[in-house]
């Protein structure tokens, strides 16, 4: 399990493999220290295995499925990476519960920069957005944010000075794409009701007696 604040920004160093598998190296600068083999590292908001370690370098197996369902087909070497380790049973937990598991891609459509405060708006489909909430959290490219505000097409966080500058969002441009993962309390809240309620009813005075309400 990981938190949503990122660590470290890391390079991609090389790239190897075609689309159904590739092998991802990244030095991971100063987070290499203490890190070993068989060790989970959130890449972009994936979470990822060590299955080599040579100084500073780390070496992730890719599938060809987290390929297909996250931004990591599209790297390149000498990109910059967000990059935190998972959270130790003594950890301070400082974001929200992220489990390195995208659930879809959302496109940069807006940047408004107000300052050293920015807001960022990001387009997306109807089933992402509806594992969101206003002012619930968000992880977007492993960081933990909050929705400002959403709509039926997109949604909006608040960017800090230090996020800003401590993670890649920095270097994000109109019509890039990044890693999505909901939060997983509204998605498990929001299960639990369809399989109350079904998928065509709604809530009714006899449904919440039904439940002991």
Not at 31 to 56: Q, R
Not at 115 to 124: R, V, Y
Not at 148 to 164: G, H, N, Q, Y
Request: glycine share 12%; aromatic share 4%.
């Amino acid at each position: 399990m990981f938190t949503g604040i990122i660590e470290s920004v890391g390079v991609v160093r090389s790239i190897r493999g075609g689309s159904d598998a590739r092998v991802v190296c990244v030095d991971l600068g100063p987070l290499a220290e203490g890190a070993g083999l068989g060790d989970s590292i959130a890449v972009n908001g994936v979470c990822l295995t060590v299955s080599k370690l040579t100084s500073t370098t780390a070496e992730f197996d890719v599938s060809g499925e987290t390929l297909a369902k996250s931004t990591l087909s599209r790297l390149s070497a000498d990109a910059k990476v967000n990059l935190e380790r998972a959270l130790k049973a003594d950890g301070r937990f400082g974001g929200h519960i992220v489990q390195g598991h995208v659930d879809g891609l959302a496109k940069v459509t807006h940047i408004d920069k107000k300052g050293d405060f920015w807001e960022m708006t990001f387009g997306a489909d109807q089933e992402l957005l509806s594992g969101m909430v206003p002012k619930g959290s968000v992880a977007v490219d492993g960081i933990s944010l909050t929705v400002a505000r959403m709509d039926e097409k997109s949604f909006t966080v608040a960017l800090i000075p230090t996020t800003i500058h401590e993670t890649t969002l920095s270097q994000v441009r109109l019509g890039d794409t990044v890693n999505i993962e909901t939060d997983i309390l509204v998605r498990t809240i929001q299960a639990q009701l369809k399989r109350m309620l079904g998928e065509d009813k709604g809530l009714t005075i006899d449904k919440l007696k039904e439940y002991g309400f």
